[in-house]
């Protein structure tokens, strides 16, 4: 089976400091690791993914996070926040044997800080 | 850029009645899904669907719930006999294809609020 755990409920940061996400993940085959972002009253939005490949993963508004196998890890991290992305972070897996369902962790609110 | 939408964006209903949650999906994908998000709570699976029959659940997924794919469009959620806990939001996704690797988008969601 597969979890997700998502360190910190809530995550505030300064305007133009680093973002860092805790992502950590449980599964018993390789997965595929998502993060989705939902900003107030909308749906969820893809930020970036890893499938194969380079374990360093660029996705849209300046995110990237680094797939680590040995640490079973997936961080989600910006060099600088900016007040747009003030945003609820969902971390997911899916197994890569075809099983389509996403596992969510509990999400992380961020907070940014004029 | 294609998106799933959903109708309604909010749904008020009392406690016993059904109530059907739309979806369309993405033109041209063919797996679709089901998962809700209770208030403060992560977002959780609930069934996915294919070639016209549902290709898994979970056990949040009762015999109160069913979904279907009544025309070539449309993909919708329906709860006979709703209660308080089916509070909710409900998000559709679809995906082009099976494998993990594809990403589910995601529409905006049908707020449910059971009174």
């Known amino acids: 089976a597969q979890s997700v755990t998502q360190l910190g409920s809530h995550v505030s940061v300064s305007e133009g400091a680093l973002v860092l996400l805790r992502c950590n993940y449980s599964s018993s085959v390789p997965p595929y690791l998502f993060w989705y972002v939902q900003y107030p009253n909308q749906g969820l939005q893809l930020l970036l993914k890893y499938t194969t490949g380079a374990t360093l993963v660029k996705g849209i508004n300046g995110f990237e996070a680094e797939f680590k196998k040995s640490e079973t890890s997936f961080h989600l991290t910006k060099p600088s926040a900016h007040m747009s992305d003030a945003a609820e972070y969902f971390c997911?897996?899916?197994?890569?044997?075809?099983?389509?369902?996403?596992?969510f962790g509990t999400g992380t609110r961020l907070t940014i800080i004029p | 850029e294609p998106e799933v939408t959903q109708t309604p964006s909010h749904q008020v209903t009392q406690m016993g009645q059904e109530v059907i949650l739309r979806c369309v999906p993405i033109s041209n994908h063919l797996y679709f899904y089901w998962y809700r998000q209770i208030l403060g709570q992560k977002v959780e699976f609930l069934v996915s669907f294919y070639n016209n029959e549902i290709s898994e659940k979970s056990e949040i997924f009762d015999d109160q719930f069913s979904v279907e794919r009544p025309d070539g469009s449309n993909f919708t959620l329906k709860i006979r006999s709703t209660k308080l806990e089916d509070s909710a939001m409900y998000f559709c996704a679809s995906i082009i294809d099976r494998g993990g690797s594809d990403t589910q988008y995601f529409g905006p969601g049908t707020r449910l609020t059971v009174l």
């Open positions: 997911a897996v899916i197994p890569n044997f075809g099983n389509e369902k996403l596992t």
